[in-house]
């Protein structure tokens, strides 16, 4: 299936993405790997001016509730960066293996560069009514308990779910209230 089933057109509503690793290596196992995310989603919301209504970082790919202007253009342009950033933090701490893995799974048509970090696009689904906001919401929080990761959703460190309790979570976000 091409790269266009999945695209935002109405950018007033908010929505569910999904950008997973490359052959779902659990690059994101790796904290300091995680925290290029955090501080991506913080600069989004910051510097660009995109709602981030909550996120879950799991071991090979995150989801997020955002919402914002030329928003397509502004989540390519993150994972872009991200992706970068990975590969400098790999290089820099002596991860030889997960680079040449990366590299491995790099498909043919990718001539720009030695590594691909991404699985193409990030899927993004609009999320038209309340009630789904929330399910969405209810889905990324609940993730690493569905995963045998944790007991209760707030338990896990990577994600929104503290936030929604009124604790402090390791990035803000905007409290989505319908």
Known sequence: MGRSRYRIFEEHYPYFITST????L???AKPEIAQVVLESLVFLQNSRNVQLYGYVIMENHFHAVVKGGDLSK???LTKSFMARKMI???KENG???L???IAFRKLIHKLRSEHQVWEEGFHPKQLTCDEIVAQKLEY?????VARGFVD???YWRYSSARNYLGQEGLIPVTIYAG
Not at 21 to 24: L, M, N, P, S
């Open 74 to 76: 502004k989540l390519r």
């Open 99 to 101: 680079l040449s893995q």
């Open 95 to 97: 991860n030889s293996k």
């Open 21 to 24: 690793i490359k052959d779902g």
């Open 26 to 28: 659990p690059l994101f």
């Open 152 to 154: 209760r959703p707030e």
């Open 88 to 90: 400098d933090l790999m």
């Open 140 to 144: 990324i929080h609940n993730n690493p």
